[in-house]
Each structure stands twice: as structure tokens, then as C-alpha cells.
């Protein structure tokens, strides 16, 4: 499937260089990449679609490819230590169109691979109107309890999405919070005297 057969209206990338934090300067700055893209709704005008799979399956993966392209190229050689995803749906469709494209892993698995990680991306996925924020959480590539890499990148897009489209977006950081100092899960877990086991 060519890029042309998605009705793409625009890309948007947002890139934060963290410099500072807490009056210190960072030895490795942070970099926080977001790609994004503003898309007709594939449902958009037709009721109810009982299946949403054919539209699934033909533009997740194409879509996956443009966005983690996208963010590669906006972390400028940095590696890619957390990641996450997000989807907004206009105010004309369903919160299950917000889900669709990103809940696949015709979607995530193209993030995933090019960067080694074995985390699922955790996620957003809301019914809004154009001009609000779009939230994506992150979580480590490799370890979803490594509290470090707990961090929250957002996007603003004034006119998007409007009533028929989908805004989907990925986002990336170079590394965990500045100075992160509160612990992971695990030694919660060793204090609490909770099987690692049972509660992975």
C-alpha cells in the first residue's frame, strides 16, 4: 500500500531538548521526540461499522512505518530508551476508532522492532475537538517497572482533529527523567515482600 492511499492531511513532529532540571545542568542532554499524523477517519460518514479489521489491517502498518520513521528522524541519532502512543478521534467518531489503528501490532510492532524493545506502549486514546492536548505516556523499551523512564510527553495541534479525522501519534526519549531518584517497582515489591514472580 503507497503512502498516497492514506488520506493524510499532515505530519507533526515536536522535539524537546532538556537542558536543565531542578537548577542542574544534565551532563547528556534529554531529547523528547513526537511524530504525529492527522488523518481522515477510514469510518468517518458510514454508521456503525461492525468490522473494523479490513481498515485495520490496511493502513495500521503503513501508518506505523510513517510515524516511527518520522521519530527516528527527529531524534537525530539518539537512541530511544521509552516509548508510547496515542490516539485522538474527532468529535464524529467512535472512541473505538481512537483504539483501532493503535491497538494492533500491525501499528506498535514497527516502533517496537526498530528500536529492540520487548515493553508494550502505553497509551492514550480519547474523543475530542480540535485545539486540545493529546497526552503520550512512555514507559522503558525493555522494562515497563523501571520507574525512571515514566515520563509523559504531550502534543497541541490547533486545528486537529477535526470532527472527521484521527490524530495518531508515537513519541520517544532519549533517556528517563533528570535525576530520577524515587525507585523502581521491584524494590517497592522486595519491601512489600510481594513475589516478583506473581506480580511481574
Known sequence: MAHDDID?????TKTEILWREGGRPLEDRTRIAVAAAVLRNPWA???????LAPKIHEIAPVLG??????????MDGAPIEAY???ATVGLSGELEHASALIHTLRFGNILRD???GSSFLPFTNRRASADTVTSIPMVHIKDSGIRSHYLTAELH???APRDDELLVAIAGASAGRPFARIGDR?????ILGVDQRKRP
Open 186 to 190: 521491584y524494590q517497592d515489591m522486595a
Open 84 to 86: 508510547g502512543k496515542a
Open 114 to 116: 526498530r528500536v529492540g
Open 157 to 159: 495541534v490547533s486545528d
Open 65 to 74: 512505518q510513517i510515524l516511527t520513521d518520522v521519530l527516528v528522524e527527529q
Open 8 to 12: 493524510i492531511r499532515k505530519v507533526i
Open 45 to 51: 460518514g458510514q454508521g456503525f461499522v461492525e468490522d
